[in-house]
């Protein structure tokens, strides 16, 4: 077939029916022909058609990348120059701002809310590294007399991105602004579920001057074209966020090239509220922990642990409140929970809800599929709250991703560390507590990467976010995050006044 190309100069309308993958600088249709729908799965329904990239796809891709970082100019620009080229990523997006929370909502069926907080956080995490790039810099080191030692940093080269479906904008906005800071040249490969915004936000990286084969995107199949980059001899890094069991297969697969990786993947994080929380505050941010983003995110509170001598109380109050929630219309400004993204994570999390109920756990509120007026063909779930759980049983151990909390009792600070620590996940963790020592100590007990001490947020640009143990390894969103994009390089040179002869001979 013939391929269609065009070059990006402007993004253009963001509604379409149909979106090409983007390979160096153009907008282009697979080599095969092929295409894939997206949906709106609030409503269950065909948006869009999406450009499907294949392995010959992939490595057109992989080659404007390589291109681009060997003989293109990005990565010698003046560190001011690129950083602009970030500011101006981020005007772009702040000026179609609507736009592009409307494209999040509807490819992904989230709360007009929570697009917006999302969107803004893509916005600041460009202007967070044009900032962090000016300010990176090498070192010069220690040395004996007559040697001196400098740290080059350099970008690590061709970065493949896999990203998810939950937060498809920001997981791009995470992934391709250090990147790009730092030098390197990117492939990413979104969801195939919402592959909508990382498209429109690689055409916006070009509109606002990023040039031909830094940023690409190839949306396809995990199994063929995320395969296919994680193998690939010219990809130097593959940064990954999805689940642990993929993150395993990545690692593995990597380690027959020795790329470097990043892996930012599951969890089941724990939100301990001690007898002394501010009961308010706790009860308020714990429902925010778990439902935000219908509980589809990798840091949900999904395990909660409430000490004895408050559980009735907050029970009481936390059970009102979930069933206060507003579902429905996810552009509604109202609206608290949007949509499940599919029918299949839909059954995933009655799957989970039924084996607990089967497990002898009850179901204290929610528990089952909704249909809210005038989305019924869409997919939904009810807030779920399910206590009388035991620690063996399946709700308690796995990731739902979904609006599903377990919620146990505990007696002790010591206990309930041990309670929460017995995951093979350590990404996030909430306490709530008045007591400042006893935040500091559960803190530094907690095994997770993230600890939030009477907050509901779990991250703004700046903050180190990754996980412990099969969550991952590697911290984004962050100034170190910049060097796992880059290379330390020893620079090493003799300036005595005497020529050396080590061997003496
Ligand atoms: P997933 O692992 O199924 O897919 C993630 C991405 O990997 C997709 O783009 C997919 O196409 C691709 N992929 C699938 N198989 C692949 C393979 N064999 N080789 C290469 N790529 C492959 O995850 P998901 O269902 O899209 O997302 C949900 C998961 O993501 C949850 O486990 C969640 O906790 C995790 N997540 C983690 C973070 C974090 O920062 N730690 C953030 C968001 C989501």
């Known amino acids: 077939?013939?391929?269609?190309?065009?070059?990006?100069?402007?993004?253009?309308?963001?509604?379409?029916?149909?979106?090409?993958?983007?390979?160096?600088?153009?907008?282009?249709?697979?080599?095969?022909?092929?295409?894939?729908?997206?949906?709106?799965?609030?409503?269950?329904?065909?948006?869009?058609?999406?450009?499907?990239?294949?392995?010959?796809?992939?490595?057109?891709?992989?080659?404007?990348?390589?291109?681009?970082?060997?003989?293109?100019?990005?990565?010698?620009?003046?560190?001011?120059?690129?950083?602009?080229?970030?500011?101006?990523?981020?005007?772009?997006?702040?000026?179609?701002?609507?736009?592009?929370?409307?494209?999040?909502?509807?490819?992904?069926?989230?709360?007009?809310?929570?697009?917006?907080?999302?969107?803004?956080?893509?916005?600041?995490?460009?202007?967070?590294?044009?900032?962090?790039?000016?300010?990176?810099?090498?070192?010069?080191?220690?040395?004996?007399?007559?040697?001196?030692?400098?740290?080059?940093?350099?970008?690590?080269?061709?970065?493949a991105q896999i990203i998810p479906w939950n937060y498809p904008m920001m997981m791009a906005a995470w992934k391709i602004a250090p990147a790009i800071a730092a030098g390197c040249s990117v492939v990413i490969k979104p969801a195939s579920l919402t592959p909508i915004t990382a498209i429109i936000l690689n055409e916006i990286c070009h509109e606002a001057g990023v040039p031909e084969g830094v940023v690409n995107t190839v949306p396809g199949s995990g199994a063929v074209v995320g395969d296919y980059l994680v193998k690939h001899e010219d990809v130097n890094k593959v940064a990954f966020t999805g689940s642990t069991p993929t993150g395993k297969d990545i690692m593995e697969k990597a380690s027959q090239t020795l790329k470097r990786i990043t892996l930012e993947l599951g969890g089941k994080s724990p939100n301990i509220v001690f007898e002394d929380a501010d009961m308010e505050a706790a009860v308020a941010g714990s429902l925010f922990g778990i439902f935000f983003n219908t509980g589809q995110s990798c840091e949900a509170r999904s395990r909660m642990f409430v000490h004895e001598d408050i559980y009735d109380e907050f029970m009481e109050k936390f059970i009102e409140k979930t069933q206060k929630l507003q579902t429905g219309n996810p552009f509604n400004k109202g609206t608290h929970l949007g949509s499940i993204i599919s029918q299949e994570q839909l059954e995933v999390i009655d799957f989970y809800v039924q084996s607990a109920i089967e497990d002898g756990a009850t179901i204290a509120t929610g528990g089952k599929p909704m249909y809210p007026e005038g989305f019924e063909d869409g997919y939904w779930y009810e807030p779920t709250v399910i206590t009388d759980v035991t620690p063996d049983m399946k709700v308690v151990q796995e990731e739902i991703f979904g609006p599903v909390v377990v919620v146990e009792k505990f007696k002790d600070e010591k206990e309930v560390i041990k309670r929460a620590n017995d995951t093979k996940y350590g990404l996030g963790s909430a306490i709530w507590t008045k007591d400042q020592g006893r935040a500091t100590r559960v803190a530094h007990q907690i095994q997770a990467g993230i600890v939030m001490v009477n907050s509901p947020f779990s991250a703004f640009p700046g903050t180190p976010f990754g996980g412990y143990k099969q969550s991952g390894f590697g911290r984004e969103l962050t100034v170190e995050t910049l060097d796992l994009y880059m290379e330390d390089k020893s620079v090493l040179s003799y300036y005595g006044p005497k020529p050396l002869n080590p061997f003496g001979v």
Request: proline share 3%.
């Open 1 to 159: 077939m013939e391929m269609t190309k065009e070059a990006i100069k402007q993004v253009g309308d963001m509604k379409r029916e149909h979106y090409a993958m983007i390979i160096n600088g153009e907008r282009v249709e697979s080599s095969s022909g092929s295409t894939f729908e997206t949906f709106n799965p609030a409503k269950g329904e065909v948006i869009a058609t999406i450009a499907k990239a294949n392995e010959e796809d992939a490595e057109k891709a992989v080659q404007a990348a390589r291109q681009a970082f060997d003989h293109g100019k990005w990565r010698k620009y003046p560190v001011g120059k690129r950083a602009r080229v970030l500011n101006k990523i981020a005007q772009i997006m702040r000026s179609r701002f609507d736009e592009l929370v409307e494209m999040e909502v509807l490819n992904s069926g989230k709360s007009v809310g929570a697009a917006q907080v999302q969107i803004n956080q893509s916005i600041e995490d460009f202007e967070f590294y044009a900032g962090a790039i000016v300010g990176h810099r090498g070192e010069v080191n220690n040395m004996p007399y007559g040697f001196f030692n400098y740290t080059h940093k350099e970008p690590v080269g061709v970065c």
